[in-house]
């Protein structure tokens, strides 16, 4: 550049400045040398469209044809500009960019304030903003947590979530420097969620909590000086010397939940109130996502209660029905069957008068079989518990269905898993449980085929896991199957595992249902083991 002393009051400014003669750029001060990254002998004697076409790439197509208009005295002197000027590395920084006439008269001064910083705050509030629509639709804490990192890593910071329970913060979903991250991993020996750090080592935070309000801090490595291991500490000050960041403070229901942690060379004061605000939102959106999770569970509750007080309306009338069944048709099942044993002793009797004798029997039986399920199904079940021996039982019934197996062509394989604790239950219930089931399985099998009973531990009980190699359940509501009359077989009256279902729960149990793949139904009961009260 030409001889610069007349512009020595200039140097010392900390706004970048320059000044413009003839076409020229003539004079950068230090901060405006600094800004751009640099040297005075690098923009000595550059002429305005190259300065354009370098700092101002993007700007040039309006600036150019503005700055030859004013000069030709069509725009007035001391207007001002937002441009972005691009540095030497290629990055861009809005600057506001104000013009004022020189002490010569072809002389421009041209001041220049970065205003990145608050760009940034702009662009970080837009970024929320967008992203507080999609945090109320969020269904669970983890995909409010996620979002809310992914939104402000977006906008280049590092962030971190700390979670507070009782005296320890645990890291929640990080975005942060992966060779750091990777490396205070290494030396806490494990990742870093299941890192418990104390509270009292990160006493700011509870000045952010108590007061509710987002703090800046200049340098956050004096703030962590007791957070972080001293070998991490001094690692990440070598790494990120000029470290500025904000916590905000998240809160569920007026009670303190964490803190969103934020890093970055960009983050200032300004940038307090807009993640204040964010970190209210994530607050909002968690109460958002509990209040749905317990609307929910309430829902079910009530949706659960109310088919009890359905089941129990239906089994009243039906008791009462079944009773009224059970005394006017057993009388006369006895009488025929009476009447069957007498006819059997006949010896007159013909081959086809001894088969419809048979087969008169066999009804009757199967009537009796159904009023007895029937009545099973009404009447109140008091399950006697005592110590039993679920392996024991199940081959017990095994050996009864014997008759059954033979009559359907179908076998029982039963797996029994060492060492079964012994369960607390009603012999004579779980008897008539378990044969109910079986004598479904195998009635629903095809001859030759194989109905799988298997017994093993479960948590906190014992599993029973039965598969058949029917028809399955293909167009079956598996939620009717256990529904009193309700049944896919021809023959069926659909009580068998009404029965199953009501001990089940009579002994706080489950049991459910579901179709195979390879074809025929898996049937799952779990039976507690501890004492019930």
Same mark, same amino acid.
Not at 146 to 155: C, G, S
Not at 507 to 517: A, C, E, N, Q, Y
């Given at each position: ?15 970048? +400045? ?23 002998? &690098? ?107 992914? %939104? ?5 910071f590092y962030i971190s979530v700390l979670r507070l329970e009782g005296d320890v913060y645990l890291h929640g979903p990080v975005r942060q420097d992966p060779v750091a991250l990777a490396f205070g991993e290494k ?7 299941? +890192? ?84 209210n939102m994530v607050g909002s959106a968690l109460e958002n996502v509990r209040h749905h999770r317990e609307a929910s569970a309430r829902l079910a509750e009530l949706s659960r209660l109310q088919g009890d007080l359905? &089941?129990?309306?239906?089994? %009243? ?10 005394? &006017? ?12 044993? +007498? ?7 013909? %081959?086809?008068? %001894?088969?419809? !004798? ?38 017990r019934v095994v050996d009864l269905l014997h008759p059954v197996c033979e009559s359907t062509g179908a076998r029982i394989q039963l797996e029994e898993a060492a060492q079964l604790p012994l369960l607390p239950g ?86 459910? !249902? ?20």
């Amino acid at each position: 550049m030409s001889d610069t002393s007349e512009y020595r009051p200039l140097e010392g400014l900390p706004v970048p +400045v320059a000044v413009l003669r003839a076409e020229r750029l003539v004079y950068a001060n230090p901060a405006l040398r600094a800004l751009l990254g640099t040297s005075s002998e &690098e923009l000595s004697g550059l002429s305005i469209p190259q300065v354009l076409e370098r700092f101002l790439p993007q700007e040039r197509t309006w600036v150019q044809p503005r700055y030859e208009s004013r000069t030709r005295g069509e725009h007035p002197t001391g207007s001002e500009l937002w441009l972005r000027l691009k540095d030497s590395n290629g990055r861009e920084r809005l600057c506001h960019v104000q013009t004022h006439r020189g002490s010569q008269p072809d002389e421009q001064l041209v001041l220049v304030q970065d205003m990145e910083t608050e760009d940034t705050v702009r662009r970080l509030t837009e970024a929320l903003a967008a992203a507080a629509v999609k945090l109320m639709h969020c269904r669970s804490e983890q995909d409010v947590l996620e979002l809310a990192v992914d %939104t402000i890593h977006q906008q280049g910071f590092y962030i971190s979530v700390l979670r507070l329970e009782g005296d320890v913060y645990l890291h929640g979903p990080v975005r942060q420097d992966p060779v750091a991250l990777a490396f205070g991993e290494k030396l806490y020996g494990r990742p870093i969620h299941e +890192v418990r750090f104390p509270r009292s080592s990160i006493p700011h935070l509870d000045t952010v909590l108590s007061q509710r309000r987002a703090v800046f801090h200049q340098d956050i490595h004096s703030a962590l000086e007791h957070f972080h291991t001293p070998e991490l500490a001094a690692y990440l000050k070598r790494t990120f010397p000029n470290a500025n960041a904000l916590d905000a403070p998240i809160i569920v229901g007026d009670v303190p939940y964490g803190i969103l942690a934020i890093q970055g060379q960009q983050l200032s004061p300004a940038s307090a109130g807009t993640l204040e605000l964010f970190a209210n939102m994530v607050g909002s959106a968690l109460e958002n996502v509990r209040h749905h999770r317990e609307a929910s569970a309430r829902l079910a509750e009530l949706s659960r209660l109310q088919g009890d007080l359905v &089941e129990q309306e239906r089994l %009243t009338v039906l008791g009462e029905a079944a009773g009224v069944v059970a005394h &006017e048709v057993r009388n006369p099942l006895g009488a025929i069957l009476n009447v069957a044993a +007498v006819l059997k002793r006949e010896p007159q009797l013909s %081959t086809i008068g %001894t088969s419809a !004798v048979a087969m008169l029997e066999e009804e009757v039986t199967r009537l009796e079989d159904i009023v007895r399920d029937l009545l099973d199904v009404v009447r109140p079940f008091e399950p006697r518990l005592k110590p039993l021996h679920l392996g024991e039982l199940a081959r017990r019934v095994v050996d009864l269905l014997h008759p059954v197996c033979e009559s359907t062509g179908a076998r029982i394989q039963l797996e029994e898993a060492a060492q079964l604790p012994l369960l607390p239950g009603d012999e004579t219930l779980l008897q008539l449980a378990l044969s109910n089931l079986l004598r479904y399985a195998l009635r629903s099998s095809p001859s030759g085929g194989t109905v799988r009973l298997a017994l093993s531990n479960a948590p906190g009980g014992l599993s029973i896991v039965m598969e058949d190699q029917g028809a399955g359940l293909s167009g079956v509501d598996s939620q009717r199957v256990f529904e009193p009359f309700f049944t896919s077989r021809a023959t069926g009256a659909g009580l068998g595992l009404a029965v199953v279902r009501r001990v089940v729960l009579a002994h706080g149990g489950k049991v459910g !249902v579901s179709g195979r793949t390879e074809g025929g139904a898996r049937f799952e009961v779990f039976l507690p083991v501890g004492e019930r009260g």
